[in-house]
């Protein structure tokens, strides 16, 4: 059974920084990109962050990068997202999300606030 479990999520003022993890159990975690996804209230689902099976190739959006920072590692079986220089937009609940054997699976969510 596919299980992704996120924390680290909390409250931090603007300028300040979290790191995310993304535990992993049930399938092969090395050989899969993952992804971080993040929620607003009223907003769809975005992308925020992605990063191959071998950590060669990464992407960010536009509104995070130069401040974002996906990593993984592939023996614990865990991504991380550490951000820095948080603003209030980047406020909402961070998914971590796998794509495997034409299924999408995603993790419970992790809350982040960012305000003074």
């Known amino acids: 059974q596919v299980q992704l479990v996120e924390s680290g999520g909390g409250l931090v003022q603007p300028g300040g920084s979290l790191i995310l993890s993304c535990a992993t159990s049930?399938?092969?975690?090395?050989?899969?990109?993952m992804k971080w996804y993040r929620q607003a209230p009223g907003k769809e689902r975005e992308l925020v962050a992605s990063?191959?099976?071998?950590?060669?190739?990464?992407n960010y959006a536009d509104s995070v990068k130069g401040r974002f920072t996906i990593s993984r590692d592939n023996v614990k079986g865990t991504v991380y997202l550490q951000m820095n220089r948080l603003k209030p937009e980047d406020t909402a609940v961070y998914y971590c999300?796998?794509?495997?054997?034409?299924?999408?699976?995603w993790g419970q969510g992790t809350q982040v606030t960012v305000s003074s």
């Open positions: 999300n796998v794509y495997r054997s034409f299924s999408d699976y």
């Open positions: 049930g399938f092969s975690f090395s050989w899969y990109a």
């Open positions: 990063i191959s099976s071998t950590g060669g190739s990464i």
